[in-house]
T-cell receptor
């Protein structure tokens, strides 16, 4: 079972460059999420999508954009990367009323 | 004040010890409580889920919720080196709303053989 798959696993960017993190889930979940995880800060929600065609801001949306391409895919874009966006990014999905959030393996992003 | 507070540790125990991990919270509307386990360089995975107050046991793991004190605990009996991971508590007031999961910062646990 693939579950939640995100790419790339590792990426180094220069300040000002742009990139897109890709995420796909094969569990037919309606809800999808992007989190970032930083030491001492825990998991913080960047954006989420409750269903195909809808997206909403989370706790830390500044500097990011998202696209819910279809029910399976939810991408996160950094338009102009900043060192403060150096972090580990997790994509996740959940059934609408489910109690379990399923996470991907993470994407390690360094902005220099 | 953060919604969820969790001691980051690190916690180091000998194999076979009983481990107690805890979180406190401030929002009395929380009624769904979860513990996630995160191995190094991996995503979190659900370990235990509890609805409202009370205890839930699953093998060597026991989750406790005390809503009156706004305090939840995870106990690990007969701890094993394979339990070495970061444990995150999470809680929610509404499972239908995507932005209503609140995570603790995680407690790092090492079980020494």
């Amino acid at each position: 079972n693939a579950g939640v798959t995100q790419t790339p696993k590792f990426q180094v960017l220069k300040t000002g460059q742009s990139m897109t993190l890709q995420c796909a889930q094969d569990m037919n979940h309606n809800s999808m999420y992007w989190y970032r995880q930083d030491p001492g800060m825990g998991l913080r929600l960047i954006y989420y999508s409750a269903s195909e065609g809808t997206t909403d801001k989370g706790e830390v949306p500044n500097g990011y954009n998202v696209s819910r391409l279809n029910k399976r895919e939810f991408s996160l874009r950094l338009e102009s990367a900043a060192p403060s966006q150096t972090s580990v990014y997790f994509c996740a999905s959940k059934q609408t009323s489910g109690n379990t959030i399923y996470f991907g393996e993470g994407s390690w992003l360094t902005v220099v | 004040q953060k919604e969820v507070e969790q001691d980051p540790g690190p916690l180091s125990v000998p194999e076979g010890a009983i481990v107690s991990l805890n979180c406190t919270y401030s929002n009395s509307a929380f009624q769904y409580f979860m513990w996630y386990r995160q191995y190094s360089r991996k995503g979190p995975e659900l370990l235990m889920y509890t609805y409202s107050s009370g205890n839930k046991e699953d093998g060597r793991f026991t989750a406790q919720v005390d809503k009156s004190s706004k305090y939840i605990s995870l106990f690990i009996r007969d701890s094993q080196p394979s339990d070495s991971a970061t444990y995150l508590c999470a809680m929610s007031s509404n499972l239908n709303t995507g932005n209503q999961f609140y995570f603790g910062t995680g407690t790092s646990l090492t079980v020494i053989p």
